[in-house]
């Protein structure tokens, strides 16, 4: 995997956990899996920041 598609990884999982957030918070309110999908969005949210960080320093 080349260098310049390394954080395109971190913020396509920004994405996501963004989205997976936002599907987790409207489930939370309606009928549906709600908890486990505001979890997984958030936990995929923190390693996708986690990864821009770490690129960064480098």
């Known amino acids: 995997m080349s260098l310049a598609t390394k954080p395109f990884i971190g913020v396509a999982l920004v994405i ?3 989205l997976l957030l936002l599907a987790g918070a409207v489930l939370y309110v309606l009928p549906g899996p709600g908890f486990p999908v505001l ?18 320093r480098k």
């Open 16 to 18: 996501v956990g963004a």
């Open 39 to 56: 979890a997984l969005g958030l936990a995929t949210l923190i390693i996708g920041f986690f990864v821009i960080a770490a690129l960064r």
